[in-house]
């Protein structure tokens, strides 16, 4: 077996990777969060979009969707994907739009790509900045302290005859702003295995400390993990959904 660093481009193996993530029901369930929430407003902005499946289902649900992104390889594949959407490669944590939106997104827990504290206020104070009147920011969250480093999601599959193997986890040292996901995939091909691993730094904070944050410039609403029922957090887990309104 080999093993090498996937030091940037996960763009070939990013629709592979993410084969048993329910897009439609993630977005369903935001789209539900809107009606309740927002300002009934139809502008929507994906950030880390990734290669765009999300903005597909909201461009379906009747949204005037849009996506950014830091990699311009998954940016041409969203493209092709959703070809009436506008997409651009930014950083979340410094982005612009040319008009106000409605809700903005960001799936994935892919908010923690934000790599300290104050790149992730920056990020919040961009989204505050890019909303239009009572418009909504939604993402999912994970509790530094509730972070098992024990535990990872693994998941497989044949396509295009090798096998794949992809796997992810969250790691946390227990003190800091940082913590890290750890992914890694194998494939096989005529009986000889690859490996690829890599490490991304993500900031690292408890949900207090990212209450503290969002409540000078929204409205926060806090719900359990669960893109199927919308019930609220009940303090206990350390995943969670939140809903913020702009102020």
Not at 82 to 90: D, H, K, L, M
Not at 106 to 131: K, Q
Not at 146 to 170: E, K
């Amino acid at each position: 077996m080999s093993s090498n660093a996937l030091y940037t481009d996960l763009s070939s193996y990013y629709d592979l990777m993410c084969a048993d993530i329910d897009y439609r029901a993630q977005s369903h369930s935001v789209h539900r969060l809107q009606q309740l929430f927002g300002n009934q407003g139809r502008r929507h902005l994906d950030l880390a979009c990734g290669t765009g499946p999300h903005v597909r289902h909201f461009l379906d649900f009747g949204y005037r969707s849009a996506g950014l992104d830091i990699n311009q390889p998954m940016l041409d594949i969203a493209q092709l994907r959703c070809p009436e959407a506008q997409f651009s490669r930014q950083d979340m944590a410094d982005f612009q739009v040319g008009e106000s939106v409605d809700l903005i997104t960001c799936f994935l827990y892919s908010i923690h790509y934000n790599a300290s504290l104050e790149r992730l206020r920056a990020c919040l104070s961009s989204v505050h900045g890019a909303l239009a009147d009572n418009g909504v920011f939604c993402f999912n969250a994970v509790d530094k302290r509730q972070i098992d480093n024990r535990s990872f999601v693994r998941h497989s599959l044949d396509h295009q005859g090798s096998h794949f193997v992809f796997g992810s986890s969250w790691y946390y040292s227990g003190e800091g702003e940082q913590q890290a996901l750890r992914l890694r995939i194998e494939k096989t091909e005529a009986g000889v295995t690859q490996a690829w691993q890599d490490e991304h730094a993500m900031v690292a904070l408890d949900f207090i400390e990212l209450q503290q944050l969002l409540q000078p410039l929204f409205e926060v609403q806090v719900f359990e993990h669960d893109y199927e029922r919308i019930t609220p957090w009940g303090g206990a887990s350390g995943n969670a959904l939140f809903v913020c309104v702009k102020r």
